[in-house]
């Protein structure tokens, strides 16, 4: 079993950064796709970047391409989201999610095996 845990979250004005970190414990995720997701009282969960096991393959929802970096350290077991230039729209609860393994459509959050608690994002305009 794997458990995950997001950190990082706060207020941040229009144009700032976040960084987010998903720390994951019980066993190694280095095998494991790894994405980010975040959902508003008023939306589903939504897809907002992935990363491949080793790291090497990111995607991003297109609202987000060119402010936000996934990254990942397997060493200690850590997915981030670097996400720059926030806006307002970006304010929402962001997760962490593994999935444990074969092919699966990265975009639907009922393909993760694994997710992590949550982490509130607000950004002021």
């Known amino acids: 079993q794997v458990q995950l845990v997001e950190s990082g979250g706060g207020v941040v004005q229009t144009g700032g950064s976040l960084r987010l970190s998903c720390a994951a414990s019980?066993?190694?995720?280095?095998?494991?796709?790894v994405s980010w997701f975040r959902q508003t009282p008023e939306k589903e969960r939504t897809f907002v970047a992935l990363i491949s096991p080793s790291g090497s393959g990111t995607h991003y929802f297109d609202s987000v391409k060119g402010r936000f970096t996934i990254s990942r350290d397997n060493v200690m077991n850590m997915v981030y989201l670097q996400m720059n230039a926030l806006k307002p729209d970006d304010t929402a609860v962001y997760y962490c999610?593994?999935?444990?393994?074969?092919?699966?459509?990265?975009?639907?959050?009922?393909?993760?095996?694994?997710w992590g608690q949550g982490t509130q994002v607000t950004v002021s305009s």
């Open positions: 019980g066993r190694t995720i280095s095998n494991m796709p």
């Open positions: 999610a593994a999935q444990g393994g074969g092919s699966f459509s990265f975009m639907n959050p009922q393909e993760y095996d694994f």
